[in-house]
Protein backbone atom coordinates (compact mmCIF):
# COMPACT_ATOMS: atom_id res chain seq x y z
CA UNK A 1 0.00 0.00 0.00
CA UNK A 2 1.38 3.72 -0.67
CA UNK A 3 1.03 5.85 1.86
CA UNK A 4 -1.11 9.02 1.00
CA UNK A 5 1.08 11.96 1.15
CA UNK A 6 1.25 14.38 4.34
CA UNK A 7 -0.09 17.85 3.78
CA UNK A 8 3.47 19.82 4.99
CA UNK A 9 0.52 23.29 4.87
CA UNK A 10 0.21 24.04 8.08
CA UNK A 11 -3.01 26.42 8.32
CA UNK A 12 -1.84 30.32 8.45
CA UNK A 13 -2.07 31.63 12.28
CA UNK A 14 -4.45 34.42 12.70
CA UNK A 15 -2.83 37.52 11.81
CA UNK A 16 0.63 36.30 10.04
CA UNK A 17 1.08 37.00 6.48
CA UNK A 18 0.73 34.64 3.62
CA UNK A 19 3.54 32.77 1.49
CA UNK A 20 2.48 35.75 -1.61
CA UNK A 21 3.31 38.46 1.46
CA UNK A 22 -0.69 39.49 1.76
CA UNK A 23 -2.16 39.89 5.11
CA UNK A 24 -4.61 37.86 5.73
CA UNK A 25 -6.79 36.71 8.72
CA UNK A 26 -8.50 33.31 9.56
CA UNK A 27 -11.14 32.86 12.44
CA UNK A 28 -10.54 30.02 14.93
CA UNK A 29 -13.88 28.70 14.90
CA UNK A 30 -14.68 28.49 11.62
CA UNK A 31 -10.95 27.85 9.58
CA UNK A 32 -12.01 30.36 6.50
CA UNK A 33 -10.44 33.79 5.71
CA UNK A 34 -12.01 36.88 7.26
CA UNK A 35 -13.26 39.29 3.96
CA UNK A 36 -14.78 42.05 5.99
CA UNK A 37 -13.99 43.68 9.58
CA UNK A 38 -17.90 42.64 10.11
CA UNK A 39 -17.84 38.45 9.49
CA UNK A 40 -15.62 38.82 12.78
CA UNK A 41 -17.32 36.10 15.31
CA UNK A 42 -17.74 38.92 17.55
CA UNK A 43 -19.55 40.80 14.94
CA UNK A 44 -17.96 43.91 15.79
CA UNK A 45 -16.08 45.98 14.03
CA UNK A 46 -11.97 46.44 14.97
CA UNK A 47 -10.78 49.52 15.81
CA UNK A 48 -7.89 50.80 15.33
CA UNK A 49 -4.41 49.83 16.98
CA UNK A 50 -0.87 50.39 16.64
CA UNK A 51 1.46 47.19 15.47
CA UNK A 52 2.49 45.88 18.53
CA UNK A 53 -0.65 45.90 20.10
CA UNK A 54 -3.04 42.73 20.15
CA UNK A 55 -4.80 42.67 17.08
CA UNK A 56 -8.70 41.88 17.67
CA UNK A 57 -12.34 43.76 18.18
CA UNK A 58 -11.13 45.79 21.37
CA UNK A 59 -11.92 49.26 21.24
CA UNK A 60 -9.52 51.69 22.34
CA UNK A 61 -11.94 54.92 23.12
CA UNK A 62 -16.07 55.30 23.47
CA UNK A 63 -17.29 56.83 20.28
CA UNK A 64 -18.75 59.82 20.92
CA UNK A 65 -22.81 59.84 20.97
CA UNK A 66 -23.83 63.42 22.37
CA UNK A 67 -23.31 67.31 21.58
CA UNK A 68 -21.05 67.90 24.52
CA UNK A 69 -18.93 64.54 23.11
CA UNK A 70 -18.76 66.15 19.85
CA UNK A 71 -17.92 69.27 21.01
CA UNK A 72 -21.18 71.15 19.54
CA UNK A 73 -23.35 73.61 20.99
CA UNK A 74 -26.71 72.90 22.30
CA UNK A 75 -29.59 73.49 19.89
CA UNK A 76 -31.25 77.33 21.07
CA UNK A 77 -34.94 77.73 20.29
CA UNK A 78 -35.15 81.07 18.33
CA UNK A 79 -37.98 83.61 20.25
CA UNK A 80 -40.57 82.78 17.32
CA UNK A 81 -40.18 78.78 18.58
CA UNK A 82 -40.59 79.81 21.76
CA UNK A 83 -43.46 82.16 21.35
CA UNK A 84 -45.34 78.69 19.33
CA UNK A 85 -44.10 76.24 21.75
CA UNK A 86 -46.18 78.52 24.90
CA UNK A 87 -48.94 79.16 22.43
CA UNK A 88 -51.92 76.18 22.42
CA UNK A 89 -52.74 77.24 19.07
CA UNK A 90 -49.73 75.44 17.83
CA UNK A 91 -49.85 72.60 19.73
CA UNK A 92 -50.78 70.19 17.44
CA UNK A 93 -49.84 72.32 14.11
CA UNK A 94 -46.60 73.72 12.69
CA UNK A 95 -48.52 76.20 10.16
CA UNK A 96 -50.59 78.91 11.85
CA UNK A 97 -54.49 78.81 11.46
CA UNK A 98 -55.96 81.26 9.05
CA UNK A 99 -57.30 83.85 11.02
CA UNK A 100 -61.61 83.95 10.88
CA UNK A 101 -63.55 86.29 8.88
CA UNK A 102 -65.78 87.62 11.44
CA UNK A 103 -62.26 88.88 12.67
CA UNK A 104 -59.54 87.92 15.59
CA UNK A 105 -60.59 85.44 17.54
CA UNK A 106 -64.09 84.90 15.96
CA UNK A 107 -63.97 81.44 13.94
CA UNK A 108 -64.18 80.94 10.43
CA UNK A 109 -67.13 80.72 8.29
CA UNK A 110 -66.54 77.11 7.67
CA UNK A 111 -66.14 76.19 11.51
CA UNK A 112 -69.14 78.29 12.11
CA UNK A 113 -71.15 76.06 9.66
CA UNK A 114 -69.45 72.93 11.09
CA UNK A 115 -70.93 73.93 14.85
CA UNK A 116 -74.41 74.60 13.74
CA UNK A 117 -74.53 78.01 13.43
CA UNK A 118 -75.67 77.69 9.90
CA UNK A 119 -78.45 75.89 10.55
CA UNK A 120 -81.02 78.32 9.75
CA UNK A 121 -83.52 76.54 8.09
CA UNK A 122 -85.63 78.28 5.75
CA UNK A 123 -85.28 81.62 8.31
CA UNK A 124 -83.77 83.65 5.33
CA UNK A 125 -86.39 82.33 3.05
CA UNK A 126 -88.68 83.96 5.21
CA UNK A 127 -87.61 87.09 6.16
CA UNK A 128 -87.11 87.46 2.49
CA UNK A 129 -90.51 87.56 1.57
CA UNK A 130 -91.38 89.54 4.66
CA UNK A 131 -89.37 92.28 2.87
CA UNK A 132 -91.10 91.91 -0.07
CA UNK A 133 -94.35 92.03 1.65
CA UNK A 134 -93.51 95.29 3.64
CA UNK A 135 -90.73 97.06 1.50
CA UNK A 136 -93.20 96.58 -1.16
CA UNK A 137 -96.16 98.08 0.26
CA UNK A 138 -94.22 101.47 1.66
CA UNK A 139 -92.82 101.42 -2.39
CA UNK A 140 -96.97 101.34 -3.13
CA UNK A 141 -97.70 103.78 -0.83
CA UNK A 142 -94.86 106.16 -1.70
CA UNK A 143 -95.50 106.36 -5.89
CA UNK A 144 -99.19 106.91 -5.02
CA UNK A 145 -97.78 110.13 -3.34
CA UNK A 146 -95.17 110.66 -5.11
CA UNK A 147 -96.27 110.06 -8.72
CA UNK A 148 -100.03 109.26 -8.98
CA UNK A 149 -99.73 106.06 -10.10
CA UNK A 150 -102.06 103.35 -8.28
CA UNK A 151 -104.80 106.37 -7.86
CA UNK A 152 -102.69 108.04 -6.15
CA UNK A 153 -102.89 112.01 -4.98
CA UNK A 154 -99.73 112.98 -6.24
CA UNK A 155 -97.30 115.49 -4.96
CA UNK A 156 -99.68 118.14 -5.08
CA UNK A 157 -102.83 116.34 -4.01
CA UNK A 158 -100.39 114.85 -0.80
CA UNK A 159 -99.29 118.35 0.45
CA UNK A 160 -103.16 119.31 0.20
CA UNK A 161 -103.53 116.62 2.50
CA UNK A 162 -100.99 117.06 4.95
CA UNK A 163 -102.01 120.60 5.27
CA UNK A 164 -105.57 119.87 5.38
CA UNK A 165 -104.78 117.25 8.28
CA UNK A 166 -103.14 119.80 10.19
CA UNK A 167 -99.57 119.34 9.02
CA UNK A 168 -97.57 122.50 9.15
CA UNK A 169 -94.60 123.00 6.74
CA UNK A 170 -96.82 120.86 4.26
CA UNK A 171 -94.31 120.67 1.82
CA UNK A 172 -91.51 119.40 4.16
CA UNK A 173 -93.71 116.80 5.85
CA UNK A 174 -94.77 115.60 1.91
CA UNK A 175 -90.66 115.09 1.40
CA UNK A 176 -90.62 113.36 4.71
CA UNK A 177 -92.78 110.77 3.99
CA UNK A 178 -92.60 109.68 0.70
CA UNK A 179 -88.91 109.81 1.24
CA UNK A 180 -89.53 107.60 3.70
CA UNK A 181 -92.07 104.90 2.29
CA UNK A 182 -89.89 105.09 -1.65
CA UNK A 183 -86.76 104.97 0.04
CA UNK A 184 -86.66 103.08 3.07
CA UNK A 185 -89.55 100.48 1.37
CA UNK A 186 -86.62 100.02 -1.75
CA UNK A 187 -83.72 99.33 0.59
CA UNK A 188 -85.89 96.79 2.66
CA UNK A 189 -86.72 94.96 -0.47
CA UNK A 190 -82.97 95.07 -1.13
CA UNK A 191 -81.68 93.91 1.89
CA UNK A 192 -79.48 97.03 2.07
CA UNK A 193 -78.75 99.44 5.34
CA UNK A 194 -81.41 97.51 6.68
CA UNK A 195 -81.48 99.03 10.23
CA UNK A 196 -81.68 102.89 8.57
CA UNK A 197 -84.33 101.50 6.00
CA UNK A 198 -86.42 99.87 8.89
CA UNK A 199 -86.06 102.85 10.87
CA UNK A 200 -87.35 105.11 8.52
CA UNK A 201 -90.52 103.24 7.55
CA UNK A 202 -91.15 102.54 11.40
CA UNK A 203 -90.79 105.96 12.06
CA UNK A 204 -93.14 107.24 8.66
CA UNK A 205 -95.85 105.23 9.53
CA UNK A 206 -95.79 105.86 13.82
CA UNK A 207 -96.60 109.24 12.27
CA UNK A 208 -99.07 107.96 10.04
CA UNK A 209 -100.53 105.77 13.20
CA UNK A 210 -100.49 108.92 15.53
CA UNK A 211 -102.28 110.70 13.19
CA UNK A 212 -105.25 108.45 12.03
CA UNK A 213 -105.57 107.59 15.84
CA UNK A 214 -105.78 111.54 16.97
CA UNK A 215 -108.58 112.05 14.58
CA UNK A 216 -111.57 110.68 16.49
CA UNK A 217 -111.31 110.45 20.50
CA UNK A 218 -111.19 106.49 21.85
CA UNK A 219 -108.76 103.94 20.23
CA UNK A 220 -109.38 103.92 16.36
CA UNK A 221 -107.65 99.98 15.62
CA UNK A 222 -111.06 98.87 13.34
CA UNK A 223 -110.78 98.76 9.60
CA UNK A 224 -112.62 99.93 6.94
CA UNK A 225 -112.88 103.48 8.48
CA UNK A 226 -111.10 106.72 8.16
CA UNK A 227 -109.25 106.59 11.17
CA UNK A 228 -108.78 103.01 11.24
CA UNK A 229 -104.87 102.03 12.52
CA UNK A 230 -104.92 98.65 11.64
CA UNK A 231 -102.70 98.33 8.37
CA UNK A 232 -100.26 100.89 10.26
CA UNK A 233 -100.05 98.45 13.34
CA UNK A 234 -99.24 95.58 11.53
CA UNK A 235 -96.84 97.06 9.19
CA UNK A 236 -94.68 99.41 11.82
CA UNK A 237 -95.09 95.50 14.00
CA UNK A 238 -93.19 94.06 11.31
CA UNK A 239 -90.64 96.81 10.78
CA UNK A 240 -89.55 96.62 13.78
CA UNK A 241 -89.23 92.62 13.82
CA UNK A 242 -86.96 93.09 10.30
CA UNK A 243 -85.03 96.02 12.68
CA UNK A 244 -84.26 93.48 15.67
CA UNK A 245 -84.12 90.17 13.29
CA UNK A 246 -82.30 91.58 10.48
CA UNK A 247 -82.87 91.13 6.53
CA UNK A 248 -80.99 87.01 6.49
CA UNK A 249 -78.33 86.05 4.30
CA UNK A 250 -80.75 86.73 0.88
CA UNK A 251 -79.55 90.14 0.83
CA UNK A 252 -77.28 92.96 0.51
CA UNK A 253 -76.33 93.12 3.71
CA UNK A 254 -75.15 89.17 3.97
CA UNK A 255 -72.06 89.77 4.91
CA UNK A 256 -72.89 91.93 8.01
CA UNK A 257 -73.31 91.52 11.05
CA UNK A 258 -76.72 93.08 11.51
CA UNK A 259 -77.79 90.43 8.85
CA UNK A 260 -78.15 87.04 10.82
CA UNK A 261 -77.10 88.14 14.57
CA UNK A 262 -78.12 91.94 15.12
CA UNK A 263 -77.16 93.17 19.06
CA UNK A 264 -77.29 96.56 20.38
CA UNK A 265 -76.59 98.56 17.31
CA UNK A 266 -80.09 97.41 16.09
CA UNK A 267 -81.82 97.99 18.97
CA UNK A 268 -79.81 101.59 19.76
CA UNK A 269 -81.69 102.25 16.33
CA UNK A 270 -85.22 101.26 17.10
CA UNK A 271 -85.00 103.63 19.93
CA UNK A 272 -83.92 106.35 17.85
CA UNK A 273 -86.80 105.80 15.35
CA UNK A 274 -89.49 106.14 17.89
CA UNK A 275 -87.85 109.05 19.01
CA UNK A 276 -87.63 110.47 15.29
CA UNK A 277 -91.24 110.06 14.92
CA UNK A 278 -92.24 111.01 18.35
CA UNK A 279 -89.98 114.72 17.56
CA UNK A 280 -91.56 114.82 13.82
CA UNK A 281 -94.92 114.89 15.21
CA UNK A 282 -94.71 117.19 17.69
CA UNK A 283 -92.57 119.78 15.54
CA UNK A 284 -95.09 119.37 12.42
CA UNK A 285 -98.23 118.65 13.79
CA UNK A 286 -98.46 118.56 17.60
CA UNK A 287 -101.35 117.89 20.04
CA UNK A 288 -101.81 114.17 21.61
CA UNK A 289 -102.99 111.35 19.50
CA UNK A 290 -103.83 109.15 22.66
CA UNK A 291 -106.77 111.91 23.46
CA UNK A 292 -109.62 109.77 24.82
CA UNK A 293 -108.00 106.48 25.74
CA UNK A 294 -107.68 105.59 28.82
CA UNK A 295 -106.27 108.38 30.99
CA UNK A 296 -105.39 110.43 28.25
CA UNK A 297 -108.04 112.84 27.77
Known amino acids: MTEKPKDTSA ?9 TGEQSAVSSST ?14 MPRLHSDTAPRGPELSKDVPRTDEELGLDPEIPSVGEQARANDPTYAYAS ?8 GPGEPSRPLRRR ?47 MA ?31 PLAAGAVLAVILDAWMWKQGMIPGFQYKSGVKS ?40 AVLILAIAAAIGTWYWLHGGNPLTGIGPFN
Do not use: C
Not at 11 to 18: K, N, Q, R, V, W
Not at 36 to 44: A, F, H, I, N
Not at 95 to 102: E, R
Open 228 to 267: GVELESILAGTAVVLLLTGPGRLSFDRNRGWATRPAFGSF
Open 11 to 19: PIAEGTASP
Open 164 to 194: GGGWDHATLSTILVIAGEVGGGGLLVLGLAT
Open 115 to 161: NGDARRGTLDLGLFVLRLVVGGTFIYHGLQKLTGWFNGSGLDGTRDM
Open 95 to 102: IPPAPGAG
Open 31 to 44: GRGVTSPYDLPTGE
